[in-house]
């Protein structure tokens, strides 16, 4: 029984201290309503066959509509939890070329990528704007949600979404 005990609290420890981590160095999960989720793509314009991620994937909400505009569809999540959340929805929604990676945004090259999607903190797409003009590749289409980038001119805005091309 101890170590069932012992166990718990180890697994408790590891969200507690999983779930401070995305908070300081991500944004925590807040999902997107339908008609944002619209407004994205819309100022997407995507193209079929091409590679888009989304940052901080949550319940993968954004992945599943990414590949029904014929994306391969990538969502990024550091939280354990949301991960599971968001493989089980997309196998319910029998989505075809997606894939959620578990890790930490911050660890991930995201120079082979044409679209990229975030909703992060202030704090976040700060930083993350530096990361991403380095990495993205010319030509390249991000799209933020609510907050935009320092130094960083939007191509297009609508509804408080902002579309950026490198």
């Known amino acids: 029984m101890i170590i069932f005990e012992i166990f718990l609290i180890l697994i408790l420890f590891y969200i507690i201290l999983l779930l401070s981590y995305s908070l300081i160095f991500g944004a ?3 999902g997107l309503g339908r008609k944002r989720i619209e407004t994205m793509f819309e100022l997407l314009n995507a193209t079929k066959g091409k590679k888009s991620i989304d940052i901080g994937s949550g319940d993968g909400r954004i992945v599943i509509e990414a590949s ?3 994306l391969h569809a990538y ?4 939280n354990p939890i949301l ?3 968001s493989k089980i929805k997309i196998r319910n929604s029998r989505s075809k070329n997606t894939k959620i990676l ?3 945004m911050w660890q991930l090259n995201f120079s082979s990528y044409d679209y990229v999607t975030i909703w992060g903190t202030k704090h976040m797409v700060k930083n993350l704007g530096v990361k991403l003009k380095k990495e993205v590749k010319p030509g390249a289409k991000i799209v933020s949600n609510h907050f935009q980038f320092t130094n960083w ?3 297009k805005s609508k509804d408080d979404v902002y579309l950026y091309i490198k």
């Open 102 to 104: 578990l890790k930490d």
């Open 68 to 70: 029904r505009h014929g």
């Open 28 to 30: 925590p999960y807040a």
């Open 83 to 85: 991960y599971i959340v």
């Open 153 to 155: 001119k939007p191509k």
């Open 75 to 78: 969502g990024v999540e550091i």
